[in-house]
């Protein structure tokens, strides 16, 4: 608990500051959200010569049909889940108007975008939390054609049903297909007997010795914030051992639980290019269509060669394009919550047949998996070979006992930075010491994997325990950039830092 009150008044210096227009001491040396550099970077990536997209997104409580029943009072943006998709042009400006009827503060992060610093959201570093009652205007170019999302970065309501896509067109696509298809995936407890994530959240703070925990499914438990989440065992050979920290109750594949999936309709033949989104919270996905072969096209929004697969992992925060060419009759798009022995599921249905049962386990899901590790960037998009002038090295640290997941140690503190300069090649070393997997992710910039040999640009990547990840970019985005774990527990625990520029 006592962590829990320091950081809080740590956001609430950093936010003072921010009002007060003046940087701490120990932020002077850094390019700040609101300096001219900032500015100056998005008009250099000379977009936003488009048209000006505009739009308005409603945080709001609501009740959300989840299917097969389950109904559940949850937080989410108007009243669907996923929220309504923002869809956009590359090269134009997205001028978009978050309204805030929660009861608490929020914001919207755009995840994976390489964005102007000060529209970023994160509150008590980029802007202002936005208040209950009030609204705040985002307005940035979107360089980057892809398959994005976006979602609070306030707390743990990501895990409540604040998330949707943002799908930025490529005005020359150069891939031919029939169909688009949308796949948000999310693991979910918001609202089912009384759980919160907030809740869940100040459980794994109490940690084991509570008594808590257990193997693979919830226990009830007294108290009034529902039965108990935390979970104990659950175990991933792909993941390298432990999987999760947190036993959802059900599994969404675009808001709708496997007792009552959501269908795709197509023709025989159709070419369809899904964009799969995990958002989930502490679920990484093992993705697979019966019946069918994967075609890999992009992961995080930029392409790669082309690599076919039975299916995909994705850890929390990752996306994936996929071209299918659709078979006829019913499929089961399964997406297994990887050793979570659980399966959400939504349905291509291109012909007669009957829906598949909610138990189904297409043989795919355990044919040939797909990492990132694997890709390669497509020529285009591939980094240019070049000697680091800097490297950063960061320690996963902490575990699931004393619930203080954090980066060296140390729990989040927005003034503390790893320090880079514009112009740089960095390479950022992700060196985990813990006993479990980490879904790492760097806002601003996308970086390659397998610095120096092709490696696919990526946004957010999975760390395995006992690993060490070495990502490369290029510093051309001035700001101030979260790095952070999008498990949203363990970035909520500590496991969040700051990329800061230099002046
Ligand atoms: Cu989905 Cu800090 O991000
Ligand atoms: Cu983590």
């Not at 197509?266 to 019946?291: C, E, H, S, Y």
């Not at 950022?428 to 006993?435: P, Y």
């Amino acid at each position: 608990m006592s962590t829990h009150i320091t950081r809080r008044s740590l956001l609430g210096a950093a936010a003072a500051s921010l009002a007060a227009g003046c940087s701490s001491p120990a932020t002077k040396e850094f390019v700040a959200p609101d300096d001219k550099e900032v500015a100056d970077a998005e008009a250099a990536r000379g977009t936003g010569t488009g048209s000006v997209r505009k739009a308005r997104i409603t945080a709001t409580t609501t009740t959300l049909d989840l299917g097969g029943g389950r109904t559940v009072k949850s937080w989410a943006y108007g009243d669907r889940l996923p929220g309504q998709e923002v869809r956009v042009t590359a090269g134009d400006t997205l001028q978009l108007t978050l309204a805030n009827h929660l009861p608490e503060p929020t914001s919207t992060h755009w995840h994976g975008l390489t964005l102007r610093n000060d529209m970023d959201g994160v509150p008590g570093l980029t802007q202002q939390p936005v208040k209950a009652g009030a609204e705040f205007t985002y307005r940035f170019a979107l360089p980057h054609p892809g398959t994005y999302w976006f979602h609070p970065h306030s707390g743990v309501q990501q895990d409540r049903g604040l998330y949707a896509p943002l799908v930025v067109d490529d005005p020359k696509e150069p891939l031919r297909y029939d169909k688009e298809w949308v796949v948000v995936l999310d693991d979910w407890v918001d609202g089912v007997d009384g759980s919160t994530p907030d809740s869940v959240l100040n459980e794994l703070r109490k940690g084991m010795a509570s008594g808590g925990g257990h193997e693979g499914h919830s226990m009830p438990k007294a108290g009034a914030e529902g039965p108990s989440r935390m979970l104990m065992g659950a175990r991933s050979e792909l993941l390298g051992g432990d999987a999760g920290d947190v036993a959802h109750p059900h599994h969404l594949v675009n808001g709708r639980t496997a007792k009552a999936p959501s269908v795709f309709t197509a023709k025989p033949g159709d070419r369809i290019r899904l964009r799969l989104i995990n958002a989930g919270g502490d679920t990484a996905f093992r993705v697979a269509l019966g019946g069918h072969e994967l075609t890999v096209t992009h992961t995080d929004g930029f392409p790669v060669e082309h690599a076919t697969t039975d299916a995909l992992l994705l850890g929390m925060g990752e996306r994936y394009d996929v071209l299918v060419t659709a078979g006829d009759g019913v499929f089961p798009l399964a997406a297994a919550a990887e050793g979570k022995n659980a399966t959400a599921l939504a349905v291509l249905r291109t012909g007669g047949g009957s829906a598949p049962d909610a138990s189904v386990r297409p043989k795919e899901l355990s044919g040939r998996v797909l990492t990132a590790g694997r890709l390669r960037a497509a020529e285009s998009v591939a980094l240019p070979a070049k000697k680091p002038d800097r490297t950063v090295r960061v320690e996963l640290t902490g575990g699931m006992a004393k619930y203080d997941w954090a980066f060296d140690g140390k729990p989040y503190a927005p003034e503390r930075r790893l320090a880079v300069r514009a112009g740089e090649r960095v390479r950022l070393v992700f060196a985990n010491t813990t006993t479990m997997w980490h879904p790492v992710h760097l806002h601003g910039h996308t970086f390659a994997l397998a610095a120096g040999r092709s490696g696919p640009r990526k946004d957010t990547a999975i760390v395995l325990p006992n690993q060490t990840l070495a990502v490369d970019f290029d510093a051309d985005n001035p700001g101030l950039w979260m790095v952070h774990c999008h498990n949203v527990y363990h970035a909520e625990a500590g496991m969040m830092t700051v990329l800061g520029y230099q002046r």
